[in-house]
């Protein structure tokens, strides 16, 4: 091999090495981060102390501090991201925030038996990263999912969620594609219709009056 072209390798692999580390160690932050909200989770879901009322709130607080949401709902509108207004857009972000809280929570109370391991993660770029888990159930075979944790902000944020292959991100986006077409194609009609179902929602979760 050449002098030049021994010289020219050497300076690739340079350029190359710090970019390499950043990705380890923000695969090895998103494993911490995953594993940390992991155990709040678990924590919060065997309380006996606490009422199913103030569990899935607590678990809603907890989605939305490691959940961007913002990114999420940008995501899932898709195309009509592009298409809505200002206004549109600010409350179909509220709204798919609050929705996917209050079923992500109430999604969640369901394993409270289960047991979560953190099995490794994988660098996807420099500032994202894919944490790996399994979910043991009381019976029947384990629950691969995988956790696509971005960091571009700063801060770990949950961007997606794998369940055995399947993406909950893009599972919402053909949801919410097939919900405007359904609400007459604008994203003004998904917004009332979302609106509506939070409110039987929470119709429907208020303790009856004597």
Known sequence: ??????ALLLVLIAGLAPGAARAANNADGAEAFVNGMVTAALKTLRDPAM???ERERRLGQLLVQDFDTARIARYVLGRYWMVASPGERRDFARLFRDWAVRS???RMVQYSNETVKVTGARPESDTDAVVTSEITHPAG???RVGWRVSHRTGAYRI????VEGVSMALTERDEIAATI???GGTVAALNRTLAGKLHDEIATAQPAHP
């Open 1 to 6: 091999m050449g002098v030049k072209l021994r």
């Open 51 to 53: 009422t199913e009322a």
């Open 104 to 106: 992500y929570a109430a």
């Open 141 to 143: 075979p384990a629950t």
């Open 159 to 162: 961007i997606d969620v794998d």
């Open 181 to 183: 077409q359904r609400s």
